[in-house]
T-cell receptor
Framework: KAGVTQTPRYLIKTRGQQVTLSCSPI?????VSWYQQTPGQGLQFLFE???????NKGNFPGRFSGRQFSNSRSEMNVSTLELGDSALYLC??????????????FGEGSRLTVL | SQKIEQNSEALNIQEGKTATLTCNYT??????LQWYRQDPGRGPVFLLL?????KEKRKERLKVTFDTTLKQSLFHITASQPADSATYLC???????????FGAGTRLTVKP
């Protein structure tokens, strides 16, 4: 069974640009969550999608957005990039939600560097 | 405000000893608490889940306790090995909420 796949693994952008990150969950998993991880802040929750609907959102500005497709694949977009957006962006999938099935399965992450 | 605090950024212990990591939370009513392991450059990997009405869970050399009165979870690794060196994260899921919130993690180093 293939794990969670995130693309691209590494990318470099400049301030003001936008970026789109992709996540393919484990087959059969319907919930996808996104996290930002930085050395200073740890893992910060961005949003969670289930059946193409955003169910929860963390405390991030509107520049951060996401969506989920009918095949459960998800994308997140960050517009007008700032230096502080440099981070490891992690996607996690679960059958339903972490609360009911027990665990999140994480991808390897997309490391974004903003110059 | 809501907080999840893991007691220390780093913990160094000798091989064979028991490592004990702490997770304290404030202003949460967790339905579940989970522990994950993260190696450098990799995504976290699930280790154990403990529910609000459970006091203790074990899996091989791992043990988790959950005290809702103290608002604390303890994570133990017995007979620790250098391969246990990693960052360990605790995470909470609240009732009526589907998102999981993480502590900052504790970096464990087991020295041979």
């Amino acid at each position: 069974k293939a794990g969670v796949t995130q693309t691209p693994r590494y990318l470099i952008k400049t301030r003001g640009q936008q970026v789109t990150l992709s996540c393919s969950p484990i087959s059969g998993h319907r919930s996808v969550s996104w996290y930002q991880q930085t050395p200073g802040q740890g893992l910060q929750f961005l949003f969670e999608y289930f059946s193409e609907t955003q169910r929860n959102k963390g405390n991030f500005p509107g520049r951060f957005s996401g969506r989920q497709f009918s095949n459960s694949r998800s994308e997140m977009n960050v517009s007008t990039l700032e230096l502080g957006d440099s981070a490891l962006y992690l996607c996690a999938s679960s059958l339903d939600s972490g609360a009911t099935t027990g665990e999140l399965f994480f991808g390897e992450g997309s490391r974004l560097t903003v110059l | 405000s809501q907080k999840i605090e893991q007691n220390s950024e780093a913990l160094n212990i000798q091989e064979g000893k028991t490592a004990t990591l702490t997770c304290n939370y404030t202003n949460y009513s967790p339905a579940y608490l989970q522990w994950y392991r993260q190696d450098p450059g990799r995504g976290p990997v699930f280790l154990l889940l403990i529910r609000e009405n459970e006091k203790e869970k074990r899996k091989e050399r791992l043990k988790v306790t959950f005290d809702t009165t103290l608002k604390q979870s303890l994570f133990h690794i017995t007979a620790s090995q250098p391969a246990d060196s990693a960052t360990y994260l605790c995470a909470l899921v609240q009732y009526n909420n589907n998102d999981m919130r993480f502590g900052a993690g504790t970096r464990l180093t087991v020295k041979p």
